[in-house]
């Protein structure tokens, strides 16, 4: 799908061309384009040429810049320093720019065809268990990725690995079979939330019982065998707790305005039938060898505090499998069945190292080679304002649909206090929108790999990088639209452009970038960088460049209307793809 050239390019196609030109010996040479606070855009590419061709490199630029004929896109280039190129561009190439992207459904983004496949693992709750505040990050940044991804071109598929077996399910059944009125309620009576509120207080009764009676964790080892084996009672009573469970991860998942369907959840246990295959193939093949009777993988970086190795164990010495079985058979599921060409894992920062040993496991096995590439998309800690990590006064895990709940409420009332005409059913509405849209905003924000503070009364500000400001801005831009009257947008390229309209139309410019960037580094911060600061330059524009009142005239009212609806657009879509709502009124 052709896409709308970007004025970055268009300047780089012609600054190359003055290259090749002036200096045929240099070839294809890259000018190095880049933004500058200096001029539109700076070109860095001579001084390496100058090396290259052991040349002055100030004087190489001179020669270049004679040898470009005038145009309508470079207004001026000015050889600076010991050979910079400083462009400024025409004022009427920023207005054609911005009318090629404003009459693009896709507004310049390219959408790049017969992508590759990849196959998202996020958002990755515990059966049985209620979602906290740590499983934040993998459900907001998975569903960034998706929705980034899917836009360029990617064809993605979404896999949530949920914890749904293993010992503590027959920890769980077994408890159950002898307390079997611990989880006595009507359906029809209990939440969702109320019903997970039953089986994690169910969860933690038995886990207590587990660690504290031998007997008893004899009995729920026997308990997973049958589990394992296939008993129609235990894996009924498994299949209760996973589809309990299930209610309460859609209930969760939809208040944070997330796109979960249940063909995508395929939790540990869609690998069981895999398990032992996988660990023949890697026995067999010698990628995994047999210690102390457990098959592991070693490595030789990978040494524990005593500086003996510290083995991948993929079997356990008593014929048990650990995690590192079950994701490895994941591997070989989305490379051969899903046909893969990136596996990617938002996964805590802290499971570096396990990844780390299952990928390279799973090269030598010759399930990831250079066609198919796994990237773990790590991911930081979520910190109280104390800076250390978020917990309740007594100490508990904060549970996630609380901390969901209270951003809402803050965030309807910053919503009553703007609002003018609003009823209180819209408060709600847009009460939700903003609050989840914050909680959001302020996780993608962040660079992925760092910590970031959970601080509500910052995440719903008016004011500073959130998201509330970029959805003010937006529905500021709305209104203006509801007061234009018979005026419409429309590119006026002979108009002379105001500085605070040339440092706009240039930021537009940049948003096809921006989202590939993104897209191909897996960082959709940047992404909320750049909305910050297109944002940001409207506020800028909007102070200082009327577009109702005072009135200016009709063509430069038109023009500043194609301005402002570029960048509502722009706002719209690229905070869409952050999984983040615009209201049209605040």
């Known amino acids: 799908m052709a896409s709308v050239p970007s004025l970055a390019s268009t300047v780089q196609q012609r600054l190359a061309e003055g290259l090749t030109a002036a200096l045929p010996e240099a070839g294809s040479a890259d000018p190095l384009l880049r933004r500058s606070?200096?001029?539109?855009?700076?070109?860095?590419?001579?001084?390496?040429?100058?090396?290259?061709?052991?040349?002055?490199?100030?004087?190489?630029?001179?020669?270049?810049?004679?040898?470009i004929p005038a145009n309508d896109v470079l207004k001026e280039i000015e050889v600076s320093g010991p050979?910079?190129?400083?462009?400024?561009?025409?004022?009427?190439?920023?207005?054609?720019?911005?009318?090629?992207?404003?009459a693009d459904a896709r507004l310049g983004v390219p959408f790049a065809e017969n992508a590759g496949t990849t196959v998202i693992d996020y958002a990755q709750p515990n059966v049985a268990k209620e979602m906290h505040v740590g499983h934040l990050r993998s459900a907001v940044i998975g569903a960034a990725m998706v929705e980034i991804l899917e836009f360029t071109g990617e064809t993605v598929v979404r896999r949530h690995h949920i914890g749904d077996w293993g010992t503590q399910f027959g920890m769980l059944i077994q408890y159950l079979e002898e307390h079997p009125h611990e989880l006595d309620h009507k359906d029809a009576e209990v939440s969702g939330e109320e019903a997970m509120s039953n089986l994690?207080?169910?969860?933690?009764?038995?886990?207590?019982?587990?660690?504290?009676?031998?007997?008893?964790?004899?009995?729920?080892?026997?308990?997973?065998?049958?589990?394992?084996?296939?008993?129609?009672?235990?894996?009924?009573m498994w299949q209760k707790f996973v589809d309990e469970s299930k209610i309460y991860f859609f209930s969760v998942f939809e208040k944070l305005d997330m796109d979960i369907r249940d063909a995508d959840i395929v939790g540990e246990s869609g690998y069981n039938d895999m398990l032992a295959e996988t660990c023949?193939?890697?026995?067999?093949?010698?990628?995994?060898?047999?210690?102390?009777?457990?098959?592991?993988?070693?490595?030789?970086?990978?040494?524990?505090?005593?500086?003996?190795?510290?083995?991948?164990?993929?079997?356990?010495?008593?014929?048990?499998?650990?995690?590192?079985?079950?994701?490895?058979?994941?591997?070989?599921?989305?490379?051969?069945?899903?046909?893969a060409s990136t596996l990617l894992y938002v996964v805590d920062a802290r499971q570096s190292l396990h990844f780390?040993?299952?990928?390279?496991?799973?090269?030598?096995?010759?399930?990831?080679?250079?066609?198919?590439?796994?990237?773990?998309?790590?991911?930081?800690?979520?910190?109280?304002?104390?800076?250390?990590?978020?917990?309740?006064?007594?100490?508990?895990?904060?549970?996630?649909?609380?901390?969901?709940?209270?951003?809402?409420?803050?965030?309807?009332s910053v919503v009553r206090e703007k609002a003018r005409d609003l009823t209180e059913d819209e408060i709600a509405e847009r009460g939700a929108q903003v609050g989840i849209g914050a909680v959001k905003y302020a996780d993608l924000s962040t660079s992925a790999a760092r910590d970031y503070k959970f601080d509500l009364d910052?995440?719903?500000?008016?004011?500073?990088?959130?998201?509330?400001?970029?959805?003010?801005?937006?529905?500021?831009?709305?209104?203006?639209?509801?007061?234009?009257?018979?005026?419409?947008?429309?590119?006026?390229?002979?108009?002379?452009?105001?500085?605070?309209?040339?440092?706009?139309?240039?930021h537009l410019d940049q948003f096809g970038e921006t989202v590939t960037e993104a897209a191909a580094e897996f960082a959709p911060h940047?992404?909320?960088?750049?909305?910050?600061?297109?944002?940001?330059?409207?506020?800028?524009?909007?102070?200082?460049?009327?577009?109702?009142?005072?009135?200016p005239a009709q063509e430069v009212a038109e023009n500043r209307l194609l301005i402002c609806d570029l960048t509502a657009r722009t706002l719209h879509q690229g905070m869409a793809l952050l999984g983040i709502r615009t209201p049209e009124r605040l």
């Open 458 to 506: 910052q995440m719903v500000s008016l004011n500073g990088d959130t998201s509330v400001y970029l959805q003010y801005a937006y529905a500021r831009i709305k209104s203006i639209f509801g007061k234009a009257g018979d005026r419409v947008p429309l590119a006026h390229p002979e108009l002379e452009l105001a500085p605070a309209e040339r440092a706009l139309g240039l």
């Open 83 to 102: 050979g910079f190129l400083n462009i400024t561009v025409t004022d009427e190439a920023i207005v054609r720019t911005l009318a090629a992207r404003a």
């Open 200 to 236: 994690d207080r169910l969860y933690k009764a038995a886990r207590k019982f587990f660690d504290s009676d031998e007997e008893f964790k004899t009995r729920a080892r026997r308990r997973v065998v049958d589990l394992q084996a296939g008993d129609p009672r235990t894996l009924a």
């Open 280 to 339: 023949r193939i890697l026995e067999e093949s010698g990628v995994a060898v047999r210690s102390e009777g457990a098959l592991c993988v070693f490595f030789d970086d990978v040494k524990g505090p005593d500086g003996n190795p510290t083995p991948l164990i993929v079997q356990k010495s008593d014929g048990g499998y650990g995690y590192a079985a079950t994701d490895l058979s994941a591997i070989r599921d989305r490379v051969r069945n899903l046909k």
């Open 37 to 67: 606070d200096r001029a539109d855009f700076q070109a860095n590419g001579i001084l390496a040429l100058a090396k290259k061709l052991k040349g002055n490199p100030r004087e190489l630029a001179t020669q270049v810049v004679a040898g």
């Open 526 to 551: 940047k992404l909320a960088a750049y909305l910050y600061q297109l944002a940001s330059l409207y506020t800028t524009f909007y102070d200082q460049c009327p577009v109702i009142k005072p009135e």
């Open 356 to 412: 780390k040993m299952v990928f390279e496991t799973a090269r030598r096995a010759g399930w990831l080679n250079e066609d198919v590439q796994a990237v773990q998309l790590a991911f930081g800690t979520v910190l109280g304002k104390d800076g250390k990590p978020f917990k309740t006064r007594e100490g508990e895990t904060v549970r996630l649909v609380d901390l969901l709940d209270e951003a809402i409420d803050r965030a309807a």
